[in-house]
């Protein structure tokens, strides 16, 4: 089944407790990205990856990391969590091919919680 | 710049009624324009997409055509069912210095029985 994977689905975490959420896809996309969705505001785009060792910075990159070493992976990295980071996060990955047919397929997400 | 303006929710109808959402954009470059749901508890799922104007994308009852002389993809569908209650997002995908989609704020749709 093709699918996005993130783990944890929820986490409470203190502030200034690196923690990583991982994202995985078995669908061979090049494409992958982290969203935050915030009431209100909808999705907002933290960094995207047009393949691997690709990365660059979406809306609101501040406070978070990206790596992509591999494929299928694409973990999001708080080095220092602080509370304004509490949001609910989700991984998206598509196929480059066809940039117009672009449809986006999103994991279930992560809802985070710093104290 | 990109940016997608969707209607404030929530929107509240009963089973049957006829449902609107508006969506308006705004774009450099000529965007792909799409529709998606988010049902509680889990991640969006792609609606419908359309990528060309005058396009119309349809699934599930749901409907939009891509305006481009109103820069608009407004949702709609005919006779609405409680299990639609769901948040709606439109957004747009443009590849400019980096493929980028853009989402408005979402909609929450409450359908009653």
């Known amino acids: 089944e093709a699918q996005v994977t993130q783990n944890p689905r929820y986490l409470i975490t203190v502030t200034g407790k690196k923690l990583t959420v991982t994202c995985s896809q078995n669908m061979n996309h090049e494409y992958m990205s982290w969203y935050r969705q915030d009431p209100g505001l909808g999705l907002r785009q933290i960094y995207y990856s047009m393949n691997v060792e690709v990365t660059d910075k979406g809306d609101v990159p501040e406070g978070y990391k990206v790596s992509r070493k591999e494929k299928r992976n694409f973990p999001l990295i708080l080095e220092s969590p602080s509370p304004n980071q509490t949001s609910l996060y989700f991984c998206a990955s598509s196929s480059s091919g066809a940039v117009r047919n672009t449809e986006a397929f999103f994991g279930q997400g992560t809802r985070l919680t710093v104290v | 710049g990109n940016s997608v303006t969707q209607m404030e929710g929530p929107v509240t109808l009963s089973e049957e009624a006829f449902l609107t959402i508006n969506c308006t954009y705004t774009a450099t470059g000529y965007p792909s324009l799409f529709w998606y749901v988010q049902y509680p508890g889990e991640g969006l799922q792609l609606l419908l997409k359309?990528?060309?104007?005058?396009d119309k994308g349809s699934n599930k009852g749901f409907e939009a055509t891509y305006r481009k002389e109103t820069t608009s993809f407004h949702l709609e569908k005919g006779s609405v069912q409680v299990s639609d209650s769901a948040v709606y997002f439109c957004a747009l995908s443009v590849l400019t210095g980096g493929f980028k989609t853009i989402f408005g704020a979402g909609t929450r749709l409450f359908v009653k029985a």
């Open positions: 359309a990528t060309k104007a005058d």
